[in-house]
């Protein structure tokens, strides 16, 4: 049984001093040299500190010329000592020491149809890259907007399609008097995560897709993750949201597709809302939470404190079960510590490191 240490060995964030401050944190990852990489969504740069937390650099601005960014959505290492900063359409690469090396420019953009999300970058080469296509299907009579997801890979080859699947669904309706696209409550959503050679891709629902980088072929794993029943509580809320935005469709009668054509209220929670690689060894999967769905609708049962994440083996076998606090999104997994962001009630974010310990 893995568990973390009761307080963080590294916090970031706590600096007052101006230009230093953390907004919308997409990235955090401890590099080869043991510092701390940081990518700033809301400054559009990436923060670079030492071992131990203190300031070291600021790297690039918002921008879309060489070594600027357009909000980093993630961080990682390529190449031995490069880092590779993740952005919609695009990767742009740095040497060890911070410096702008070049971009890769994803084959599709953003057009407001589709949009090229990057995934992973060759672990030996920054030569490849593997990345997902996702493309907005048209809205149905229903109201449903659904998307569809191609996993590809770049290199020097040219592009391949290695997989398509099912991608989020959204729900069109009216929010304080204007049309809104809104998550579907308790809906599954896909998630990914990727190691060296291997991607990993589940629905959220019921099953978990293990790819080769190198081959075009993908498995299924083995593994089937428990749906738990949504309460009561959230089957009133549920039905209680629903009623009430019928009602507010009626005032604004004419401007959307109404709330009658909602999917049936489902009765249970997805499996899994997200995946991590810890070392390549083991795959982490967070619960789906709780206390945090569309329109609030499970407003009534709160998110706990902590959240049980389960560990698979290489096999897909489950091998230990981890509480991780509520507050904190892992975002890198190492041999013994575990990267992320903290958030707290008033919404400020910290970056911190916790030791990750082990009974075996």
């Known amino acids: 049984m893995w568990s973390l240490a009761s307080a963080p060995t590294v ?51 918002a921008g879309d010329g060489p070594g600027d960014f357009k909000s980093p959505i993630g961080v990682l290492a390529c190449g031995g000592d490069s ?19 070049r971009v890769i420019t994803l084959p599709l953009g953003r057009d407001g149809a589709t949009s090229a999300t990057p995934v992973s970058i060759g672990p030996a080469s920054c030569d490849e890259s593997l990345w997902l296509r996702r493309r907005a299907l048209p809205i149905d009579t229903s109201g449903m907007l659904e998307q569809e997801y191609s996993l590809r890979r770049l290199d020097r080859a040219g592009e391949h399609e290695i997989l398509s699947f099912p991608g989020q669904v959204r729900f069109r309706t009216t929010v304080g008097g204007s049309p809104a696209m809104v998550r579907i409550p308790f809906w599954p959503e896909p998630s990914w995560t990727a190691w060296n050679d291997v991607i990993y891709w589940t629905s959220g629902a019921d099953r978990i897709v293990r790819v080769r980088r190198d081959t075009a072929g993908w498995i299924n794993w083995p593994w089937a993750g428990d749906r738990p029943d949504i309460t009561s509580a959230e089957r009133g809320q549920y039905d209680a949201t629903r009623a009430e935005l019928l009602r507010e469709d009626a005032r604004y009668a004419g401007s959307v597709l109404e709330w009658a054509q909602l999917p049936k209220r489902p009765e249970t929670r997805p499996s899994v809302s997200r995946m991590l690689s810890h ?33 698979l083996d290489a096999r897909g076998g489950t091998v230990a079960r981890i509480d991780v ?30 030791a990750l310990q082990s009974s075996r």
């Open 279 to 311: 070392d390549g060894e083991f795959l982490w999967l967070r619960p789906y939470p709780a206390g945090t769905d569309g329109l609030g609708i499970n407003a009534l049962s709160p998110a706990p404190e902590r959240e049980r994440w389960t560990i």
């Open 83 to 101: 880092i590779a900063v993740l952005q919609q359409g695009r990767i742009t690469l740095l040497t060890a020491s911070g410096n702008f090396a």
């Open 325 to 354: 606090p509520s507050a904190f999104t892992v975002t890198q997994i190492r041999r013994n510590e575990v990267v992320g962001v903290w958030k707290d009630a008033e919404g400020v974010e910290t970056v911190r490191v916790y």
């Open 11 to 61: 916090e970031i964030g706590t600096d007052e001093q101006p230009g230093r401050e953390l907004f919308r944190v997409t990235g955090a990852m401890r590099a080869a040299d043991g510092s701390l990489i940081v990518a700033s969504a809301g400054t559009s740069d990436i923060r670079v500190f030492a071992r131990d937390g203190s300031w070291l650099r600021k790297i690039g601005r």
